[in-house]
């Protein structure tokens, strides 16, 4: 996988994340520990593609 592949690919799954996070929010018994967990991995995603972007440019 190319380096922009793979930038698209991760910027996809720091978008679906997202999306997670913000649909676990809206149920009234959302689990803390699994948001918590989702935004562990989407700050790990993030800084690999800061890490990416960096090195690409």
Known sequence: MTTEGHI???ARR???IDRK???E???PSHDDLYIAALKRKKLEIK???KK???ADA
């Open 14 to 16: 720091h978008r679906e």
């Open 21 to 23: 996070i913000e649909s």
């Open 52 to 54: 990416l972007q960096t």
């Open 8 to 10: 698209e690919a991760l």
């Open 47 to 49: 800084d690999e593609l």
């Open 25 to 27: 929010l809206t149920h």
